[in-house]
């Protein structure tokens, strides 16, 4: 375990200290003080847009973050061949990739933390100038929301781990995280629209393309699951069997991808 | 440091070539902006799937569009084509549908859509509002206004109004509003159960007072108007004036108007008082 | 003891897609006694660096198997007590050294005051005592080098595995180096490595295996070059046939035919089984001839004999 956490400990030193962090937190302190000048271009609803563009601009700073520099986190060990330095200690591919993974989310969590904070900032503000229209609002889901937010990043950071291990390359596993990101974020919607279509019977689906859609909505994270931002623009506190559910799915979904990862990380040659 | 020279002046001409050429641009695009024809938007299913997680921050973006193409028309005074409306339309569904809670698009329905002759386009777009908003009063509120103002239907608006009442926050004098349409609306009966619900909600001593009042005007009004109906089913005619009715022997006498006023019969058989049920004369 | 054996082991692997496939090592038998120092010589591409990841388990062999202290095949049961140098170091760019060696020291089970301890004792050798508060990232080669041998020996392992240790280093961190192997070495540990730099593999090793095409070619012990030249017997012989060629091979060095007769190369110290092979064999003796080999000389006959 404390082989784990060294290792942990000195992947979050690698991402903090990552120039381009640098770069996306410049990127989203201007998002969120870009907030400030749109929320007045609103009649009413200044409070939901003031939220939207906080979350979102969280959730694209996250996004960032995981396919930047978590991809080059995971990819510089393997290309640079510090792996084997790591691996020639008594420390087994398993703790390796648990280690790593931690570290990434340590430094995701800290990174967003920070973000969010600027974002409370904002908001506040915002809050003063047009008091009158934050009527709905609630810390409470507002909070709830950012932290699905990272919870969302978590599992996608999961994905680029199990990428990693499947490909030395890293544009590749580039790539093959956007894909899943993409998926992931359509798939509920897609899905639906597809059931309601063919319970009304106005849409055409052929048995292999429902099947194929059904495998994939059980293979790729369901990101709609961790989004509240709509929830929190208008303060309505979901259901807490909602959160928990959505709180165990990705739990799960990460212990999964990082158990495969682990497996195929066992089996892996270094050359 | 002839080089130098020769580099600042280069400089210099671009930019002020740079601020004349941005001018100019500027001002084409004002021109072409108002000549173009309203762009298209992406119906919901699909701009909700492009929307890639941030349904709400696509629907403001796509709300503000629509407002300053609105805004952008009304400016240079152009009448709005068909194509136009349609693009408005269009534009409220899709964001009304990504983001259901949006109070703005529903506000902007009722203020430009609702005033500019579609109403049953506004109310159908507000309609999504009503259901979602549940806490927010103005939406069934704008409805019903719509139906009793535009339509002329005060039974649909009087339903509408009362719903509104019935949402925390609403302003007090809906109730009063709500029964009054249900009057109007020829569901007297309807007021009247709507003012006793009304009553036992409302905390507020002077507004309860008020809305007992009512209760009395209408509850007697409505009396009177059973016994028009009996007249008229037994006698084969309506009844000339109010007093006939204790003449032929339908009532003993006629109950107070809690506002002072005096019983009349309308044309439709409704029983009014030149009170007009209010205490401001 | 045997600290290290390889049985007879292959591997294959495939570059690319369409690339037809390499076969880095082959029929590998090599031993590493406890205590000894081993260099393994050969020319680019021999398989040396395949070998050491074979040892380190970045590889797993095809066919046959690596045995540690003679008992098992997991290299996890050594890897506490096994000090490992690549080439070319890459470490984490933005931690400090002191952060590395926390993490070196974590890793490896050591407590944190060990790790100060030793930590400021390898570095201060090293020279590099300085550096440590400064991020990887601005080292120099050299500097990235030492860090890594500190990285390799700061839970004092008893086996150490280097793959090209003097690679990239001015004269003065090559003495550092020479000298911190010579004193390992004098402590009974016992080294693994692979260099180019035939000198100082003369200077320090007791074993040198010579690789070329993925095949261990020969073994030379230290008796056969401790002097400065190594002598070389070439003995022309009657001209071998087929399977006296086969059955003479693995005794000597080279094998050249000539019109009429093979030069039989081998090291003069092995006269002895040579000349009795060759009496058993009944083969004729025509001459011989004496020469002073380097270990370069021997190096470059061997490899181009195959």
Known sequence: MKKLLALALITFYEGIRNRSVFGIAIFSMFVFGLNVIVAGFFMRDIGKVTIDMNLSGLSVAGLLLVFFVVVNLMAKDI????????????????????????????????????????????????????????????????????LFVFLKIAVLGAVVVLFSTLTSNSFIT????????????????????????????DVAVSKTLWIVIEVVSYLVPNLAV??????????????????????????????VLLVVASCVFSRREFN | MRRILILLLVLLISLVSHALVTFEMWRMRGQVRSTTVAGYVLPSKFSSVLAFGYKGLLSDFLFLKSVTFFGERHLAKKILSDGDWQYLLTSLDVVTDLDPYFEDPYVFAEANLAWEGKVEEANRILEKGRKNRNWDWRIPYYIGFNYFYFLQDYEKGAEYVMEAASRPGSHPFLSTLGARLAYYGGKSKTAVLFLRQMILETTDPGLRTRLEKRLIALERAAELEAKIELFVKEQGRKPTSIEELITAGYVDSLPPDPYGGQWVILKNGRVFSTSKFTDSR | MLEIEFCDVSKVYNPGLFKPRVRAVSELCLDVIQGEVFGLIGPNGAGKSTTIRLLLGLLRPDVGKILYRGRTSEIRSIQGELGYLPETPYLYDHLTLEELLAFCGRVSGLSPAIVAQRGVRLMDRLAIIDARRRPLRTFSKGMLQRAGICFALLHDPS????????????????????????????RGKTIFFCSHILSDVERLCDRIGIMNRGRLLQIVGRESFVSKGRDMLHLEVERLDELQNRTLRPFVTALDDECSSTIVSFPATDLPRVADKVQ?????????????LSLEDLFMLTVKAD
């Not at chain 1, 509240?228 to 799960?252: D, F, N």
Request: net charge positive.
């Open chain 3, 280 to 292: 058993s064999m009944g083969v004729k003796v025509l001459g011989s001839r004496n020469e002073r």
């Open chain 1, 174 to 201: 580039l790539i093959f995280s956007i894909s899943v990101f993409i998926v992931g974020t359509s798939v509920e919607d897609v899905l639906f629209f597809l059931r309601s279509g063919l319970a009304a019977q």
């Open chain 1, 79 to 146: 290309d640079r061949k510090t792996v084997h330095l790591v691996l020639s200690k008594p420390i087994t591919r398993v703790e390796y990739i648990w280690g790593k993974y931690l570290g990434v989310v340590l430094f995701v969590f800290v990174s967003m933390a920070v973000l969010f904070m600027f974002s409370c900032f904002t908001v506040i503000l915002v809050k003063g100038m047009h008091s009158d229209y934050f009527a709905q609002f609630s810390w409470t889901v507002f909070s709830l929301a950012a």
């Open chain 3, 159 to 186: 086996l150490i595995v280097l793959d090209e240790p003097m690679s990239g280093l001015d004269p003065v961190g090559r003495k550092m180096v020479f000298d911190l192997l010579t004193d390992l070495k004098q």
């Open chain 1, 226 to 255: 961790f989004d509240y931002k709509i929830s929190a623009a208008h303060g309505l506190m979901p259901a807490w069997g909602q959160l928990g559910l959505s709180l165990g799915y990705g739990a799960v979904y990460i212990v």
